[in-house]
């Protein structure tokens, strides 16, 4: 069942997107990985009747669902978060960079 912590841990963010109405903070790479993931070790498990496998695999497919709906309900806007500083980021031109 530590699976569970693997597929669980990206939800912290729920409260951030809820909270800002934006799903900047959901790494989408990892929440596609993982759901799809989750999904067919689900399936394999329930192919073998292996409910060791199957539980935390469909239990990590239904948090991933949770999270591509998420990003689906509050859309990404770039603009708007790093206009409140939500996003840090550093530009460094190349004259700051010393030889």
């Known amino acids: 069942f530590n699976l569970l912590f693997f597929y669980g841990a990206p939800l912290s963010t729920i409260c951030t997107v ?3 109405r934006n799903s900047v903070s959901i790494h989408i790479p990892l929440m596609i990985t993982a759901t799809a993931n989750g999904f067919f070790w689900a399936v394999f498990g329930f192919a073998v ?3 060791f496998i199957f539980i935390p695999n469909g239990i990590g497919a239904i948090l991933g ?3 591509i ?5 509050f859309p990404r ?5 790093s206009a409140k ?3 840090k980021t550093q530009i460094i031109s190349a ?3 010393e030889s």
Do not use: H, R
């Open 65 to 67: 669902l949770v999270q």
């Open 69 to 73: 709906l998420l990003c689906c309900i």
């Open 18 to 20: 809820l909270k800002t």
């Open 85 to 87: 500083g939500e996003i």
């Open 77 to 81: 806007n770039l603009a708007e978060s």
């Open 49 to 51: 009747t292996d409910y």
């Open 95 to 97: 004259s700051d960079v």
